[in-house]
């Protein structure tokens, strides 16, 4: 009887256990910081296949598993997920990915908060129209980018250099607009700046960008000006003159800005790299051209003295001074030169 009921008892015990741990939660299930950290790296070799759909769930898993057991994966997670939303076209969704990674920015490096994530804010910034905040965000950029330098940090590589300048110098940029000329000439004066600066480190493919960014933008202000259309309704000859009056305004900015862009860039050919040498080309040949129409014709009424001083095309060396009044002759000498 007493073997019976201690045996009873056992099976009771053990019953007991059984439930409770058959209500219990599971307990969470531990993840090895170095697999995860695997699945970044293969996450990121997707990227470089362009597999973008595969490489987004990926990054979207390691982002919700390590949020809590390894926040800088989550916060590097979040960072890349904004490449592959740009490489898929949705600008606004890159957006929401950065502005996610800027809240997690303590557990990012000092080179992607400091320089980085500011400069590829202003970029979509800029895509999405909110053009002076992204101004804003490529001078902080700039700002943590002198920082950055400053100090006793390794110096940053010349394709991540090249890389950020185009980036920033694109941000910058406008397309040529006929109703917003002026304003759109600006941001280009703005934008050469840091794209030039790209295209001094003859990074194969940033500086070659950062050029062929800078060539087609001075390609378009400049066919821009060529197509102003001449009033209606008037005789030919009478047309032709009002359109040159009112290219000469556009074109003495613009030739403004070529020069900005022209005294920005190194004149050493035998020094330069191949696209410094290919944007110093591309400057001299349309100042030239500039040049050649607002000085043609320079007596006619096309381009008096008045329309130069308005639309600021004097420039020291650059108009020809007028002839020196003859002197008076002199008048005969009554005296002998012997004496």
């Avoid at 980018?145 to 406008?174: C, D, H, I, N």
């Avoid at 295209?199 to 001075?218: E, H, M, R, T, V």
């Avoid at 359109?243 to 305004?249: H, V």
């Avoid at 000085?295 to 600021?312: H, K, P």
Wanted: charged share 25%; net charge neutral; proline share 8%.
């Amino acid at each position: 009887m007493v073997c019976r009921a201690i045996v009873g008892l056992m099976a009771g015990l053990l019953f007991a256990s059984c439930a409770q741990l058959a209500t219990k939660p599971a307990a969470p299930k531990k993840v090895s910081p170095t697999a995860q950290e695997d699945r970044f790296g293969k996450a990121r070799e997707l990227e470089d296949k362009a597999r973008w759909g595969e490489a987004e769930s990926e990054y979207r898993s390691i982002r919700d598993v390590t949020l809590e057991r390894e926040p800088e994966l989550a916060a590097l997670s979040e960072w890349r997920l904004s490449f592959v939303a740009e490489a898929q076209g949705d600008d606004t969704k890159a957006m929401a990915h950065l502005l996610g990674a800027e809240r997690k920015s303590s557990l990012l490096t000092e080179q992607i908060v400091r320089v980085e994530l500011p400069a590829r804010k202003a970029l979509f910034l800029h895509r999405l129209g909110r053009s002076d905040e992204a101004r804003a965000e490529v001078l902080k950029a700039e700002q943590g980018l002198q920082v950055l330098m400053s100090g006793p940090r390794p110096a940053p590589g010349t394709a991540w250099l090249a890389k950020l300048y185009f980036e920033m110098g694109q941000s910058l940029s406008t397309p040529a607009n006929e109703g917003n000329f002026i304003p759109d000439l600006r941001a280009l004066s703005l934008s050469q700046r840091y794209l030039l600066r790209s295209i001094s480190y003859s990074d194969p493919q940033w500086s070659a960008k950062a050029f062929g960014n800078l060539q087609g933008s001075y390609a378009a202000f400049w066919n821009l000006i060529q197509q102003v259309p001449p009033p209606p309704g008037i005789d030919p000859m009478a047309a032709d003159r009002q359109k040159r009056e009112l290219q000469i305004p556009l074109l003495a900015e613009f030739l403004k800005v070529v020069e900005e862009g022209a005294a920005l860039a190194p004149v050493n050919p035998e020094k330069n790299n191949r696209w410094q040498n290919e944007f110093a080309a591309l400057a001299a040949d349309l100042q030239e051209k500039s040049r050649g129409i607002l000085y043609a014709d320079s007596e006619s009424t096309v381009l008096t003295e008045e329309s130069r001083r308005l639309n600021g095309v004097r420039r020291a060396g650059q108009i020809k001074p007028a002839p020196p009044t003859p002197a008076a002759p002199k008048a005969p000498t009554t005296s002998d030169p012997n004496l």
